[in-house]
């Protein structure tokens, strides 16, 4: 399988389950935050066969992190989050989310594209200058961007929803307190 399929289809996947999962006005559950680290689990064992070391491979594979990273936190700022009157928490994913996912999508699938077809010898040329061994890191990296991309945004969501929950529980104990207050006047 070339290249740019597995972007294609990675990054594919990937994209159609978050904005599935995101956009719109959602309810955070345990579900909904493990479903999309589900898919890139599965995006990872079917597409990482190996895990280049040599040279800058390692590096090259770090700087996907830290990209997803990143990008997973300018995605999680743009999902806001609220508690509803029922007391459940949900998020507001919107067209800025979303741009998000779609331009580093289509940047992975067009990087892929452009690697086969376009700037081939210019990344062959990169790759000796830079110690990177091949096709393999470059997919590894994207891939794992993706993962981090995903987790970073669980991790917010999960930060969110801990921030309602604790800043209902401190209303709740401060109402507490002026009815312990109020009824021994």
């Known amino acids: 399988m070339s290249q740019f399929v597995t972007a294609l289809i990675a990054s594919g996947t990937i994209l159609t389950i978050i ?10 559950t345990a ?13 990872i064992a079917i597409f990482v066969h ?3 070391t040599q040279g800058n491979d390692v590096s090259l594979q770090l700087v996907g992190v830290g990209v997803g990273v990143i990008s997973g936190l300018i995605a999680g700022t743009l999902l806001p ?6 007391g459940e928490i949900y998020t507001i994913g919107g ?13 992975r699938v067009l990087f ?21 061994s091949g096709q393999d ?7 794992f961007m993706s993962l981090a991309m995903v987790l970073t945004r669980t991790a917010v969501l999960l930060t969110k929803m801990r921030k309602l929950r604790a800043a209902e529980a ?8 002026q009815r312990g207050s109020g009824a021994s006047v």
């Open 19 to 28: 904005l599935a999962t995101d956009i719109g006005r959602k309810k955070i």
């Open 31 to 43: 579900t909904r935050m493990v479903r999309s680290v589900v898919a890139v689990a599965v995006i």
């Open 50 to 52: 190996s895990f280049p």
């Open 81 to 86: 989050a609220y508690r509803h009157e029922s």
């Open 95 to 107: 067209i800025g989310y979303a741009l998000v996912w779609v331009v580093l999508s289509s940047g």
């Open 112 to 132: 892929a594209y452009g690697a086969e077809h376009w700037f081939t010898e210019d990344l062959i040329r990169f790759s000796i200058d830079y110690k990177i």
């Open 137 to 143: 890191t470059y997919a590894n990296a994207f891939v």
């Open 170 to 177: 401190a209303q709740a104990a401060a109402l507490e307190s």
